[in-house]
C-alpha cells in the first residue's frame, strides 16, 4: 500500500504563490512517474504537471512559465512550485504517484488532495 500526503495548499492572493508537496511512503521498490492533477468544482480533473524519474517535466499550457514541478528522489517526495496565481487555478490539487513494489506489481496511487483558492 503507498500512502501520498500533500500539504501547502490554502487561500492566496492573486499574484501570490504557494508550493505544495507530496510525500510517498510505504513499501516502494521504485516510482517512475508523479505528478499533479486539479479538480475545480464542476469540472474534470486535469493534468497540471508530470515529472519522471530522470526529472523530465511535462506541463499543462495554462500553467507554463507559472508553475514548476520538481521532486526529491531520496524523500520520495514531489513539488509544485505556483506562482503568479490567478483565480482560475482555483481548485482541489491531487498528487499522482506511479510506480512499482519489490514484488513486480506496479502501482498508481492518489493523495487526498490539498485545497487552493485563489481570490481577493
Known amino acids: 500500500q503507498v500512502q501520498l500526503v500533500e500539504s501547502g495548499g490554502g487561500l492566496v492572493q492573486p499574484g501570490g504563490s504557494l508550493r505544495l508537496s507530496c510525500a510517498a511512503s510505504?513499501?516502494?521498490?521504485?516510482?517512475?512517474?508523479m505528478g499533479w492533477y486539479r479538480q475545480a468544482p464542476g469540472k474534470e480533473r486535469e493534468l497540471v504537471a508530470t515529472?519522471?524519474?530522470?526529472?523530465?517535466?511535462n506541463a499543462a499550457a495554462s500553467v507554463k512559465g507559472r508553475f514548476t514541478i520538481s521532486r526529491d528522489n531520496a524523500k520520495n517526495t514531489v513539488y509544485l512550485q505556483m506562482n503568479s496565481l490567478k483565480p482560475e487555478d482555483t481548485a482541489v490539487y491531487y498528487c499522482?504517484?506511479?510506480?512499482?513494489?519489490?514484488?513486480?506489481?506496479?502501482?498508481?496511487?492518489w493523495g487526498q488532495g490539498t485545497q487552493v483558492t485563489v481570490s481577493s
Open positions: 510505504g513499501s516502494i521498490f521504485r516510482i517512475n512517474n
Open positions: 499522482n504517484a506511479e510506480g512499482a513494489y519489490a514484488s513486480g506489481r506496479v502501482f498508481s496511487s
Open positions: 515529472i519522471t524519474s530522470g526529472r523530465v517535466t
